[in-house]
């Protein structure tokens, strides 16, 4: 709808009036919208939670198929329109980027805080009082994680308590068929790279490479690097001993002027003369590679026949069309220096490696670069295999989640126990503690506690369990004995006690769940009023 209205100049302009294409949600239904929307996404995310969570199947708009049961791929892939699910979207990055792991288990425990939240909406509490109350549960919650949490010595000559924490995290994922040789490569990788007196771990030296083709435990650890490529020259020796490493940005052709230029060839003599100046450049830069003690040449750009042709001639083996960050990192392993001119190349700029030598797959032509027994033995290549491009992406996300497990264990090595053990007592705790609050609070806190209750009764659900039947068993075997390691035996061993199935979690990422998920609870619960802007006529 439009008004013409005119200016003291009587400049006639129009006022357009958009009031009735805006849609607006107040009070308790705004808030009634963001729970909805929670326990739309909850739902899709609480299958897939624990070892026998299911995968989910997601089709991209150009028809990509992605099969992952790893919370934050599944929620950045999916379509959501929805602020609130936006936030929760976020919430499960949040957790991927800090942690790594424990991406499905935040965006559920939010999930649930915002549908107890409801009950308490409905008997007229106000939504800053529950969240007031969350906020008190979350301390509650994280200081008792802090007193019933194990502590274990990280040891490069005993790595079973790593391992076994790995091990956790690789069992809800499509490797758990194979997660004990999984979990063994993800913790020799990160002790590879750790420096564990000042604690820290550089996930810079570590590559994950996947390749299509072979069995999942296939998979290997290569101390080196392993390069998706293979000798510009099919005669070029495939085995380098002792190798000298000129690391190249620069191309392998004659200089060109920087400005705009027209080159004339009108006759014989002329194409001569400038071929043979071509071949003198490819020569002398050859030459100049030589000079320096330099057996192999890798270069960030490729070449035509001709270089190649000469550079077999020369004796020069070269791979061409390598990557950024495989230049850098092969400049960190071998101890070599990026030269990105010719004249610049010196003895003292060249990389060291033990071995590089190609290696090839199957029945294809397909053919990878190992560089081994490197200047820097810390950094280190794991290459995926698998029977298709699904799987071993999926083994990619695997292997990074279970990295990350094992980095968190080296900055912090406490530890509390999975199978839904460590939210049954913080439930517990709770509780008990909501009892000597005075004030409305304590209703939330008691919300919170049955929030807590979701995350085991999911697990026991995905299990085949039946949910309330088990939740209740191990909830009053937790009062009764005080036993904080009591969790929900997924895998029907046939004790609930989780130090000895060794299903373990890592401190620091349980008490990020509860207090990201807290967070933004917190602030949605905040959020009384909603504005968008409809599509306009």
């Known amino acids: 709808m439009a008004q013409i209205a005119v200016d003291e100049f009587g400049r006639p302009f129009i006022i357009l009036k958009d009031q009735e294409s805006k849609k607006r949600l107040t009070g308790i239904e705004a808030h009634k919208s963001h729970i909805l929307a929670a326990k739309t996404v909850t739902s899709v995310m609480k299958t897939s939670l624990g070892p026998k969570g299911l995968d989910k199947m997601m089709v991209g708009p150009d028809g990509d198929v992605t099969v992952t049961n ?207 100046y071509e071949k003198e450049k490819f020569l002398e830069m050859i030459k100049q590679v030589k000079d320096t003690g330099a057996n192999l040449a890798v270069c960030q750009w490729g070449f035509d026949d001709e270089a190649n042709h000469l550079l077999l001639q020369n004796g020069l083996p070269a791979i061409r069309w390598v990557g950024g960050p495989e230049i850098e990192l092969i400049a960190i392993a071998t101890g070599g220096r990026i030269v990105p001119r010719f004249s610049e190349l010196t003895a003292e700029k060249l990389g060291t490696a033990g071995t590089v030598r190609e290696m090839s797959f199957g029945t294809t032509r397909d053919r990878m670069t190992v560089i081994e027994q490197c200047y820097n033995t810390r950094a280190v290549t794991i290459l995926i295999r698998g029977g298709n491009k699904m799987i071993v992406e999926e083994a990619k996300r695997s292997v990074h989640d279970a990295l990350c497990v094992v980095r968190n264990l080296v900055r912090d090595n406490r530890i509390v126990y999975g199978g839904g053990a460590s939210e049954i007592s913080c439930s517990v705790a709770v509780e008990t503690a909501s009892n000597s609050i005075a004030s409305v609070e304590q209703y939330a806190m008691r919300a919170f506690s049955d929030a807590l209750d979701v995350i085991p009764r999911a697990l026991a659900e995905n299990s085949g369990l039946n949910p309330i039947e088990c939740l209740t068993a191990i909830k009053a075997a937790h009062i009764a004995e005080g036993n904080p390691r009591l969790g929900v035996d997924c895998l029907g061993v046939g004790t609930n006690d989780m130090r000895l199935q060794h299903c373990i979690e890592t401190l620091v990422s349980k008490k990020q769940q509860i207090s990201l998920a807290t967070q933004v609870v917190r602030m949605i619960l905040k959020i009384d009023d909603i504005r968008t802007t409809g599509e306009t006529e």
Not at 234 to 248: D, H, S, T
Request: glycine share 8%.
């Open 70 to 276: 790893d919370g934050a791929t599944i929620l950045k892939q999916m379509d959501v329109e929805h602020q609130v699910a936006k936030l929760l979207v976020e919430l499960s990055q949040s957790q991927d980027d800090e942690i790594g792991d424990g991406t499905t288990g935040v965006v559920v425990l939010a999930g649930a805080l915002l549908g107890a939240s409801e009950a308490l909406l409905d008997r007229g509490i106000h939504p800053i009082r529950i969240a007031d109350g969350y906020e008190r549960a979350a301390k509650v919650a994280i200081a008792h994680l802090d007193t019933i949490a194990d502590t274990f010595a990280i040891d490069k000559s005993n790595t079973e308590n790593l391992i076994q924490v790995a091990k956790t995290s690789l069992g809800s994922k499509i490797v758990s068929k194979h997660h004990r040789q999984f979990a063994e490569i993800a913790v020799n990788a990160v002790l590879s790279v750790a420096d564990l007196d000042r604690k820290d771990v550089d996930f810079e030296l570590i590559k994950v490479e996947g390749k299509t083709g072979g069995r999942m435990e296939d998979t290997v650890l290569v101390r080196g690097v392993v390069v998706d490529k293979d000798m510009s020259h099919p005669q070029m020796p495939k085995v380098i001993e002792n190798a000298k490493i000129a690391i190249l940005t620069c191309p392998f052709e004659p200089p060109k002027p920087k400005t705009k230029h027209h080159l004339d060839v009108g006759t014989v003599e002329d194409y001569e003369e400038l071929r043979g």
